[in-house]
């Protein structure tokens, strides 16, 4: 049980790289968000410490976590740094008595992500992950046709993206700081799916391709297949070598399918608080045995729920929007896909 605050709620991020701006989107939904305040920033780049200030006057900056943790009045920390220094800083947060959001993907390995929830249950403090592309427009409004059950009972998922592009040399593209291919889109991918199922895994059948970018040290295609209890199954695939591409989404019901090209379903991601609806998906149906297709809208991307939700939970003991458990299940989704691409063999889950 996380103790409860009061308001403010004294938040920092601790990254504010420049790859994806992550660290600013972050620290901009906490302001966005009524009884949270964002008062400081941790980098260890001074240069990202300056564009900070330049940009948001009032924070005060720090250049390393223990710095932080030692001197800022902060309640909460969000933590936006290459993964696999996610579990290391969150602990170290988590022992200072902060409560945690850690950014996708958790950590690098499910014996970190547990560490993590069990010293956060020690200290009585919310360790939460942000899944928060949860609320981006096209899966709001996939997640809200499936469960009005337009295409009856979901059997069968295809969620795919990818190119054919080398990947460029930064830490995603190292396995030992990264995790992987499957640890970029693939976060977002799983995570996206087990909401939608809701169901445990009966086993994950992996597939890792290493053939034709040899210099860099992730696989070139990384492809996930989960059987769910229920029967449903949901075939996961993030590639550098797909020449041909498919839809982001295949989604087949007993009455119809979902196809989506994902195109704008993030729209103004990491720039805007609320992303405008920016796309629609085919749905089909068949009833009397005859085959209708609707043209579906977009919902908004309402990303700043997400933290709407952590300030809820922490004033007044509403859930946590996304578990530390969540996101293992998500690495752990990975551990058994990888593990599986050696054995040959459909693989168990841990934590199902």
């Not at 795919?160 to 640890?183: E, H, I, N, Q, V």
């Not at 530390?324 to 752990?332: D, L, N, S, V």
């Not at 593990?339 to 063999?345: A, E, F, L």
Request: overall charge negative; proline content about 4%.
């Amino acid at each position: 049980m996380t103790s409860r605050l009061e308001a403010p709620v004294r938040c920092a991020v601790i990254g504010y790289g420049a790859a994806h701006i992550f660290g600013r989107a972050h620290g901009r939904w906490i302001d966005a968000t009524p009884n949270l305040e964002w008062v400081a920033v941790c980098d260890i780049d001074a240069g990202r410490l300056r564009v900070a200030t330049d940009e948001f006057p009032h924070l005060e900056t720090y250049a390393s976590v223990t710095d932080l943790l030692e001197r800022a009045r902060i309640d909460m920390v969000s933590v936006v740094t290459p993964h696999h220094t996610h579990a290391p800083i969150a602990l170290a947060c988590i022992r200072a008595g902060k409560h945690v959001i850690v950014d996708k993907a958790m950590c690098l390995n499910v014996a970190e992500a547990s560490a993590m929830i069990e010293e956060a249950g020690k200290q009585n403090v919310m360790l939460a992950v942000f899944h928060g592309r949860r609320h981006d427009g096209n899966y709001r409004a996939i997640h809200e046709t499936v469960r009005s059950g337009l295409i009856g009972d979901l059997f069968h998922i295809e969620l795919t993206t990818g190119g054919y592009r080398k990947p460029r040399d930064w830490w995603y593209s190292k396995k030992a700081l990264g995790g992987g291919a499957f640890y970029y889109w693939g976060p977002h991918a799983v995570d996206w799916v087990l909401n939608l199922v809701q169901d445990s895994v009966s086993g994950v059948t992996g597939f890792y391709h290493k053939l034709v970018w040899d210099d860099v040290d992730i696989e070139d295609q990384t492809r996930a297949i989960l059987r769910f209890e229920n029967g449903v199954v949901a075939d996961i695939t993030y590639s550098h070598i797909d020449a041909a591409g498919k839809p982001a989404w295949r989604i087949l019901g007993t009455k119809g399918a979902i196809v989506d090209t994902g195109i704008g379903g993030a729209m103004g991601y990491q720039e805007q608080i609320v992303g405008p609806p920016g796309g629609s998906f085919q749905a089909i149906t068949i009833q009397n045995g005859e085959r209708r297709e609707i043209t579906v809208p977009y919902r908004d991307s309402d990303w700043l729920t997400y933290y709407i939700e952590i300030a809820e939970h922490l004033l007044n003991g509403g859930p946590i929007p996304v578990t530390g458990e969540e996101g293992r299940r998500t690495i752990a989704v990975f551990e058994a896909a990888e593990r599986s691409s050696r054995t040959g063999k459909t693989e168990p889950v841990e934590y199902e």
